[in-house]
T-cell receptor, first 107, second 118 residues
Framework: GQNIDQPTEMTATEGAIVQINCTYQ??????LFWYQQHAGEAPTFLSY????GLEEKGRFSSFLSRSKGYSYLLLKELQMKDSASYLC????????FGKGTRLSVIA | EPEVTQTPSHQVTQMGQEVILRCVPI?????FYWYRQILGQKVEFLVS????????KSEIFDDQFSVERPDGSNFTLKIRSTKLEDSAMYFC????????????????FGDGTRLSIL
């Protein structure tokens, strides 16, 4: 089966750091993606991990542990515009999405 | 930056009618996808398309659905006889290809077509 879990909602303060966790159980694994989705808009690609470790891209970093079926997305220096849903997606054979974590950034 | 474009942005259709959703993938991408997202729910995979044929499809993609690449630029999703539960946002996506037919490249999404079935 395929199961991707992430928290439903998180709140963080502008300028702070937030970590969004994702755990997955899939029959296959060909990489893990993080997408950002603002309400009513398309998902936009943030990061991709296929090997264990940390990938850094500006204010965003993503970590993967394949043995633990675990990933996190780290957002630094939070800005109000970072308020969005963050989708964890695993490429099993198709891309399987989690339900997303709705992040609210408050002043 | 090149982008995936979808038309129309919003489609309202009577139940039982046929609907065609259109997409123009990024020009050098060879792998194409359709997803749907029912309001408030997660993004769900429908179908992927490579080398002029379906490479994968989900249980949602039943006989009422079909895809086509009618020319060198367009990629369409047809729903033959729409049902109320087909109301959703439909996203087209495309990606580059690495290796032999399997893409681990990120998928780039269009802005979606909001399909409303009355």
């Amino acid at each position: 089966g395929q199961n991707i879990d992430q928290p439903t909602e998180m709140t963080a303060t502008e300028g702070a750091i937030v970590q969004i966790n994702c755990t997955y159980q899939t029959s296959g694994f060909n990489g893990l993606f993080w997408y950002q989705q603002h309400a009513g808009e398309a998902p936009t690609f943030l990061s991709y991990n296929v090997l264990d470790g940390l990938e850094e891209k500006g204010r965003f970093s993503s970590f993967l542990s394949r043995s633990k079926g675990y990933s996190y997305l780290l957002l630094k220096e939070l800005q109000m515009k970072d308020s969005a849903s963050y989708l964890c997606a695993v490429r099993d054979t198709p891309l399987v999405f989690g339900k997303g974590t709705r992040l609210s950034v408050i002043a | 930056e090149p982008e995936v474009t979808q038309t129309p942005s919003h489609q309202v259709t009577q139940m039982g009618q046929e609907v065609i959703l259109r997409c123009v993938p990024i020009s050098n991408h060879l792998y194409f996808y359709w997803y749907r997202q029912i309001l408030g729910q997660k993004v769900e995979f429908l179908v992927s398309f490579y080398n002029n044929e379906i490479s994968e499809k989900s249980e949602i993609f039943d006989d009422q659905f079909s895809v086509e690449r009618p020319d060198g630029s367009n990629f369409t999703l047809k729903i033959r006889s729409t049902k109320l539960e087909d109301s959703a946002m439909y996203f087209c996506a495309s990606s580059e290809v690495t290796g032999v037919g399997l893409s681990n490249q990120p998928q780039h999404f269009g802005d979606g077509t909001r399909l409303s079935i009355l």
